[in-house]
């Protein structure tokens, strides 16, 4: 049985630190959250969140921000990375030894893979990373167990599609290493260029069936979930590359009509154009949903980091 002890001053680096149990749990905590939200308000009273992104981030900062500040904790920002001590020098480690001393935990994003790792060795406090270069995101994939598991009812027993750029996305790993915990059929869709990491590969695919494709065309008629995600243009070494699969594919209500009436269509966000806006009014889309269910898991998940659900 898992209990809220389990969680208290653990990293949350990847999503491989949590098993299925783990993960329901969280998401348990979520539907708390949101039933009982006034007795989460003043929880946090007392703890400091710094947040450290070396990356531009729109909802994730937010979102954090938001969620510690909905239990009445506070953050700290260190802002634009260009504004800070990184510009004359100062190593990730330096940072981190000195932002601990003023936070109870961190939230870090960081261009570079193994980043989240380096400043949890050296952290006396929690880290929670917030994405590790094309490595993993692992609070994403949480909120997209998350959205699944509410809008299906269930994660066992679906057909889930990950379209897009599933070499360099990092929410993509993170979600494909979180679904191998439960009873799901996965399609990994993308242009050849762009396939799944081998070794996410190789882990999911000794636990669940993966079917790996170039188009999403003949499975649509079977999936439950469709995960679609945006080309990381910036992650390319070679500008050339990204050309040769720039828009090579695309969400729009043609592909709506061919897909079970009750699939939906989730987005980590930002979108480019891989998803076409007319699916945005249609019952299918619950990209922004995504988001709202994003604060839920992130309050959750801060609670059990910081403590605050073991007194219960
Ligand atoms: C994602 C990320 O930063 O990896 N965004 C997010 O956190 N919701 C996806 C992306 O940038 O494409």
Redesign the pocket.
Same mark, same amino acid.
């Given at each position: 049985m898992v209990s809220p002890k389990d969680f208290v001053g653990r990293d949350v680096l990847s999503i491989l630190d949590f098993n299925r149990e783990e993960l329901d749990y969280i998401m348990d905590v979520a539907d708390e959250v949101e039933r009982n939200m006034d007795a989460y308000r003043g929880l946090l009273s007392g703890k400091t969140m710094a947040i450290l992104f070396f990356?531009p981030? %729109?909802? %994730?900062r937010l979102s954090f921000e938001a969620a510690m500040k909905k239990l009445g904790g506070l953050t700290l920002d260190m802002g634009e990375p260009t504004r800070a001590s990184i510009e004359k020098g100062e190593t990730l480690t330096d940072t981190i030894r000195v932002v601990q001393n003023y936070a109870d935990l961190i939230v870090l994003?960081h261009p570079k893979e193994g980043a989240a790792k380096l400043a949890a060795e050296v952290a006396d406090i929690p880290v929670i990373n917030?994405?590790s270069g094309a490595e993993e995101?692992p609070t994403?994939a949480m909120l997209d167990l998350y959205t699944i598991r509410r809008c299906k009812k269930r994660i066992d027993g679906l057909r889930i599609g990950i379209l897009g750029?599933l070499k360099y996305?990092? %929410?993509t790993h993170s979600l494909a290493y979180a679904l191998s915990n439960y009873d799901v059929k996965l399609y990994l869709v993308s242009p050849e260029l762009l396939r799944m990491r081998r070794e996410v590969l190789r882990h999911i695919s000794g636990r669940i069936e993966v079917q790996e494709l170039e188009s999403i065309d003949q499975v649509l008629p079977e999936l439950d979930v469709l995960y679609v %995600?945006?080309i990381?243009k910036e992650r390319f070494v070679d500008e050339s590359e990204y050309l040769k699969v720039k828009g090579s594919y695309r969400v729009t209500i043609d592909t709506l009509s061919k897909m079970k009436k009750d699939a939906i269509i989730m987005h980590?966000?930002?979108r480019v154009d891989e998803i076409a806006i007319e699916v945005d009014s249609t019952p299918n889309a619950v990209y922004f949903k995504q988001v709202y269910y994003?604060l839920l898991t992130r309050m959750s998940i801060i609670s059990l980091v910081l403590g605050a659900l073991s007194g219960k």
């Open positions: 990356e981030s %729109t909802r %994730t994003r917030g994405g995101h994403q750029d996305g990092r %929410t %995600t945006r990381q980590p966000l930002p994003g």
